[in-house]
DNA sequence: TATAGTGTGTAGTATATACTACACATGAAT
DNA sequence: ATTCATGTGTAGTATATACTACACACTATA
């Protein structure tokens, strides 16, 4: 499943049960012309920028951390993140490069339960 | 400290030991016109691109990810890491954001000790 | 049977990114 | 005194990204 297909099965789907996401009113909320969403959901365009990506996944219900992934993108809220101490994060992300999800979320959790 | 007075202080550092840190042959060996280092170095012009920023911090014996950071980017390599898992990281990003430095190290050494 | 709404086709534009090619002036080396 | 190497100035180019504006044909609605 790429960006473009997501986008129009979500959609169609959110539109089986309510009118206001047809296409154009889509587009509309999103910000965005009714053609560029049309174009985006056949993939005859790459997917939008990020701030577009953002709206329409709200808009849908999606996880806009996987839309933007699906876009080949990562948030520039997280890229912030990284670039604020890039050494540790670096390594950070290198080491759990291959570990399994739930070696990951272990951490997650840890870091969650806050001890430090 | 900005990224293009970072390579010129220390390619000139090197150069004061080493005659090929010149800016013309650094240049050459980067694979770069030796003007546009010259404008790099002086802020005349924006960082170059990725794997300009690898070669040219690998010649220097610098950092690369915080050569990367400082140009405002995240390396690819750790782009994809975040791309195949975006949940995952994002979630674990988050959380670490204001984590303090020892508290994310204690994490990346815990992981090397690979506990899972 | 108007008209309102639907998705799509065509033909572009604006801005940013990442550089190149070559000439020039100055100082160091031979 | 000449060549050689140094850093810099000028004037561009190529490619990608992220869209817009408007017209068209078809379908559903009133």
């Known amino acids: 499943m790429n960006f473009g297909e997501l986008v129009r099965k979500s959609r ?9 996401y047809s296409l154009r009113k889509t587009a509309v909320r999103v910000g965005i012309q009714p053609s560029y969403l049309s174009k985006i959901e056949r993939e ?8 577009v990506i953002c709206k329409l996944s709200e808009d849908l219900g999606l ?3 996987v839309m933007l992934a699906m876009a080949g993108k990562v948030s520039t809220e997280l890229l912030e993140v990284i670039r604020s101490r890039p050494e540790l994060f670096a390594k950070l992300l290198r080491e759990l ?6 070696a990951v979320l272990k951490l997650v959790r840890e870091v969650r339960d806050g001890e430090w």
Chains 1, 2 share one sequence.
């Open 12 to 20: 169609l789907k959110a539109q089986s049960e309510d009118r206001k």
């Open 44 to 51: 005859e365009l790459p997917p939008p920028g990020e701030e």
């Open 63 to 65: 996880d806009t951390d």
């Open 97 to 102: 490069k291959s570990a399994p999800d739930h």
